[in-house]
């Protein structure tokens, strides 16, 4: 399995910055993509960012130019660890959502079919 933790999430001004940060541990192949997502209560969750193994970069078309998704992998006892990153910029108060990291073998895309999600964390922005 696949553990993701999010971390970064909190309440900015119009106009600012927050740096998520998702911490990806467990059994990751070596081909994977990662992503961002966002969801607001009674909608669905909505792609927002994501890279593959290949460090190939998606972004949804709200976020483009404002948002910058990044991943790292670091060996720690001959086990790979990744944080996936998310630097936001600009920030919109419609930006205010949970965000959540997912993670899945497969490219899939913006779509929200990844295989495993973290908790999320809030980003509010007034």
């Known amino acids: 399995d696949v553990q993701l933790v999010e971390s970064g999430g909190g309440s900015v001004p119009a106009g600012g910055s927050v740096r998520l940060s998702c911490a990806a541990s467990g059994y990751m192949y070596d081909t994977y993509c990662m992503g961002w997502f966002r969801q607001v209560p009674g909608k669905e969750h909505e792609g927002v960012a994501t890279?593959?193994?290949?460090?190939?970069?998606?972004?949804?078309?709200?976020?483009r130019g404002r948002f910058t998704c990044s991943s790292k992998k670091t060996i720690s006892n001959s086990k790979a660890n990744y944080t996936l990153t998310l630097q936001m910029n600009s920030l919109k108060p419609e930006d205010t959502a949970m965000y959540y990291c997912?993670?899945?073998?497969?490219?899939?895309?913006?779509?929200?079919?990844?295989?495993?999600w973290g908790q999320g964390t809030q980003v509010t922005v007034s």
């Open positions: 890279i593959d193994s290949g460090g190939s970069t998606k972004y949804a078309g709200s976020v």
């Open positions: 997912a993670a899945d073998v497969f490219d899939r895309g913006l779509s929200a079919e990844y295989m495993y």
